[in-house]
């Protein structure tokens, strides 16, 4: 590293699974970070889905995945919004309050999903204060704050 060069941050990329895929006895969600080259590592049992979805810009809309490739200063094409949701089930069968699995009929596990959705009010505010004479700022300030 030279004296010139400035650290911005340090960053990881992290994958999520489910493994085995469902339907399988004992399905797990697992986590693994490529930038130190770790292996697959459990994180929860009983874990059947895992979804991400985002929201770019001021939208209200939660896709997949972004539909635009973020731009530099265009706040409309940052990710400003992530939804998460995981859905898993009891280790036992034939609960109270189960129902058939949609497998088979024996397949009678208690299940739950559970959802969060978080703003990355970091990305609006940097927009709003540094960014003021962008035509979308006026629209924002009309419109108030975001729902999350």
Known sequence: MTADCAIIGLFHLVQYRINPFPPSERPALERRDLATGEDWAPLAANIENLQVLYTQGFGDDFLDEPVVVP?????????TGVRVTVAGRSASTRLEGASAGVVSVDDTFLRRSYTT?????NQLNYALNVSPTLSWKLNLKARGSRKT
């Open 71 to 79: 731009v530099g200063a265009d706040p409309n094409t940052w990710v």
């Open 117 to 121: 959705t978080v703003s990355l009010r």
